[in-house]
């Protein structure tokens, strides 16, 4: 039984902020295009990650007193107003028609799921009558039907796009260390949950403000009180991460073999060093090693230079199909391991449905004039001894990759990529945000190694132990630690992205169904927790 008292303080019809303020739809609409910036003002490369929560809160506030139809142009200017901000550096080389595409799906499914938020925050306070129920039914079912959409574009369509979640906001926050206890999903969910509740408590007129206060402190004490996952080092590597400083973008011309020297002249100093093995970024090579005697020679000296494995980047050929590779290469024994990337990237690393789209833009389908195969290769190497999981630039985006490491025993992450399409924009730091929180999830480090920046290893804490500087060759020597310990987010998967998103939609029905009988005039007797 809940608190009565509580109970009595609080009238079981809620005065809203919509009654009470009627936003008009063009205040709304403002509202909701300044809250997309304020979103996108929590990422990198400003990195204020407070503005988050704010950021959720005006959307919602935006939505309040409006319907449906309403509610999708609202969303959609907030999508709109967010992702032409966070995705800008789309433009940098290819324009603005990939940028405005991109974005504009993007808003769509935005749009969609803060419309039906805007039905749950209309008629929630209905079915869950009293403020114990508007408080804490509400904000689960909101938070739910935003990770359900997170969750949906991460993977759809065409594999999705696993960029702009809220929980990438919080990279460098105290709320952080929360995704090793719950995953990508959970901290998405955990980060609009509370600013939902915020919103909830501002709409109940009804009780005390020092009350409300009170719960809104508490909810956040109680985030903040829970433990960083300890993380439990099984011993330690010593390894070269190598930052050639090469531009290997999409436009760029150098001559052939270039990039590959670039990286092998920022090695050659490390001759002296007493390494594991020595890393090197996506496309570090421009020549196919496995194919380029020459390319094969200096691979070859570099790894009997330092007397240790290297890890390459390349584009490999088999059969007459294209993969974007990276290769285990050893001195005398060539390739002896290949991860071919399980998650190239639409529209920039194949085209899929070819014939249907270069009609609408075809110089920049012509762009991509060969497609990479999806790698199918396991993405773990053996290092001597040690595992290391492999991710491909996106695919450390990808939840079910990197939890494909982890089972298969990794014990490190080595992030290879490549960021010279984007010059000195916000892509490359939104990318190394994704890779702290991955070293926080999996429990391990996350050696994230660029051809041009941002390069950094993250430890299994999120801290920062070595970085290069942007478009500056050099190299980061560092012992660093393995780890076998399997995380909570890591041992449940996806069930915890299942388990909240199924009951965001489960609120979300019982909202319709109370719709439907209100419109028919079938009487409801709303649900009253007591």
Same mark, same amino acid.
């Given at each position: 039984?809940?608190?009565?008292?509580?109970?009595?303080?609080?009238?079981?019809?809620?005065?809203?902020?919509?009654?009470?303020?009627? =936003?008009?739809?063009?205040?709304?609409?403002?509202?909701?295009?300044?809250?997309?910036?304020?979103?996108?003002?929590?990422?990198?490369?400003?990195?204020?990650?407070?503005?988050?929560?704010?950021?959720?809160?005006?959307?919602?506030?935006?939505?309040?007193?409006?319907?449906?139809?309403?509610? =999708?142009?609202?969303?959609?200017?907030?999508?709109?107003?967010?992702?032409?901000?966070?995705?800008?550096?789309?433009?940098?080389?290819?324009?603005?028609?990939?940028? &405005?595409?991109?974005?504009?799906?993007?808003?769509?499914?935005?749009?969609?799921?803060?419309?039906?938020?805007?039905?749950?925050?209309?008629?929630?306070?209905?079915?869950?009558?009293?403020?114990?129920?508007?408080?804490?039914?509400?904000?689960?079912?909101?938070?739910?039907?935003?990770?359900?959409?997170?969750?949906?574009?991460?993977?759809?369509?065409?594999?999705? /796009?696993?960029?702009?979640?809220?929980?990438?906001?919080?990279?460098?926050?105290?709320?952080?260390? =929360?995704?090793?206890?719950?995953?990508?999903?959970?901290?998405?969910?955990?980060?609009?949950?509370?600013?939902?509740?915020?919103?909830?408590?501002?709409?109940?007129?009804?009780?005390?403000?020092?009350?409300?206060?009170?719960?809104?402190?508490?909810?956040?004490?109680?985030? =903040?009180?829970?433990?960083?996952?300890?993380?439990?080092?099984?011993?330690?590597?010593?390894?070269?991460?190598?930052?050639?400083?090469?531009?290997?973008?999409?436009?760029?011309?150098?001559?052939?073999?270039?990039?590959?020297?670039?990286?092998?002249?920022?090695?050659?100093? &490390?001759?002296?060093?007493?390494?594991?093995?020595?890393?090197?970024?996506?496309?570090?090579?421009?020549?196919?090693?496995?194919?380029?005697?020459?390319?094969?020679?200096?691979?070859?000296?570099?790894?009997?230079?330092?007397?240790?494995?290297?890890?390459?980047?390349?584009?490999?050929?088999?059969?007459?199909?294209?993969?974007?590779?990276?290769?285990?290469?050893?001195?005398?024994?060539?390739?002896?391991?290949?991860?071919?990337?399980?998650?190239?990237?639409?529209?920039?690393?194949?085209?899929?449905?070819?014939?249907?789209?270069?009609?609408?833009?075809?110089?920049?389908?012509?762009?991509?004039?060969?497609?990479?195969?999806?790698?199918?290769?396991?993405?773990? /190497?053996?290092?001597?001894?040690?595992?290391?999981?492999?991710?491909?630039?996106?695919?450390?985006?990808?939840?079910?990759?990197?939890?494909?490491?982890?089972?298969?025993?990794?014990?490190?992450?080595?992030?290879?990529?490549?960021?010279?399409?984007?010059?000195?924009?916000?892509?490359?730091?939104?990318?190394?945000?994704?890779?702290?929180?991955?070293?926080?999830?999996?429990?391990?480090?996350?050696?994230?190694?660029?051809?041009?920046?941002?390069?950094?290893?993250?430890?299994?804490?999120?801290?920062? &132990?070595?970085?290069?500087?942007?478009?500056?060759?050099?190299?980061?020597?560092?012992?660093?630690?393995?780890?076998?310990?399997?995380?909570?987010?890591?041992?449940?998967?996806?069930?915890?992205?299942?388990?909240?998103?199924?009951?965001?939609?489960?609120?979300?029905?019982?909202? &319709?169904?109370?719709?439907?009988?209100?419109?028919?005039?079938?009487?409801?007797?709303?649900?009253?927790?007591?």
């Amino acid at each position: 039984m809940l608190d009565r008292d509580f109970q009595r303080r609080a009238d079981h019809r809620p005065l809203t902020l919509a009654s009470a303020t009627g =936003l008009p739809l063009w205040a709304a609409i403002l509202l909701a295009a300044g809250a997309g910036a304020i979103l996108d003002g929590a990422f990198p490369d400003r990195g204020w990650w407070v503005l988050a929560p704010v950021g959720v809160v005006l959307m919602l506030l935006a939505l309040l007193g409006h319907g449906p139809g309403a509610g =999708l142009l609202i969303g959609m200017v907030a999508g709109l107003s967010f992702w032409l901000v966070h995705i800008s550096w789309l433009t940098l080389y290819l324009g603005p028609v990939p940028w &405005l595409a991109l974005a504009t799906l993007q808003a769509i499914f935005f749009g969609a799921s803060l419309a039906l938020i805007g039905v749950v925050l209309r008629v929630g306070p209905r079915v869950w009558s009293g403020a114990p129920g508007r408080l804490g039914v509400v904000p689960v079912i909101v938070a739910g039907i935003w990770t359900a959409r997170e969750a949906l574009t991460a993977v759809w369509p065409y594999g999705g /796009f696993a960029w702009g979640r809220v929980a990438l906001s919080q990279s460098e926050s105290p709320f952080g260390s =929360l995704v090793a206890w719950v995953g990508m999903s959970g901290l998405s969910f955990i980060v609009v949950w509370l600013s939902a509740l915020i919103l909830q408590l501002l709409r109940e007129y009804r009780l005390e403000c020092a009350l409300r206060l009170g719960i809104a402190v508490a909810a956040i004490a109680i985030l =903040l009180a829970m433990p960083a996952l300890p993380t439990i080092q099984t011993g330690s590597t010593r390894l070269a991460a190598v930052q050639g400083a090469s531009d290997a973008g999409l436009f760029a011309r150098y001559a052939p073999g270039q990039i590959l020297a670039d990286h092998a002249s920022a090695t050659v100093p &490390l001759g002296g060093e007493e390494v594991d093995f020595v890393v090197w970024p996506e496309n570090s090579s421009d020549i196919d090693p496995t194919r380029s005697a020459d390319a094969a020679r200096v691979s070859d000296d570099i790894s009997r230079a330092m007397n240790a494995p290297l890890v390459t980047g390349t584009i490999t050929e088999r059969d007459g199909k294209f993969y974007n590779s990276s290769l285990l290469w050893k001195a005398g024994q060539g390739a002896v391991g290949v991860y071919d990337k399980a998650h190239p990237v639409p529209f920039a690393e194949y085209l899929p449905d070819r014939a249907f789209w270069r009609p609408f833009a075809p110089e920049l389908v012509d762009l991509v004039w060969r497609d990479y195969e999806i790698g199918t290769r396991g993405n773990v /190497f053996d290092l001597n001894g040690i595992l290391a999981g492999i991710a491909i630039c996106f695919d450390i985006a990808d939840d079910r990759l990197v939890r494909e490491m982890i089972d298969g025993k990794a014990q490190i992450i080595l992030a290879q990529t490549n960021n010279a399409d984007f010059g000195r924009t916000d892509e490359s730091v939104q990318q190394l945000a994704i890779a702290r929180l991955r070293a926080i999830e999996a429990g391990r480090t996350v050696v994230n190694i660029s051809t041009v920046g941002s390069s950094a290893i993250i430890t299994p804490d999120g801290k920062t &132990l070595d970085s290069l500087p942007t478009w500056e060759p050099g190299a980061m020597v560092q012992t660093v630690p393995l780890s076998d310990t399997v995380t909570p987010a890591m041992r449940v998967g996806s069930g915890i992205e299942w388990l909240v998103s199924g009951l965001g939609l489960a609120g979300l029905a019982l909202c &319709l169904l109370c719709a439907l009988r209100r419109r028919s005039g079938t009487i409801h007797r709303p649900l009253r927790f007591q």
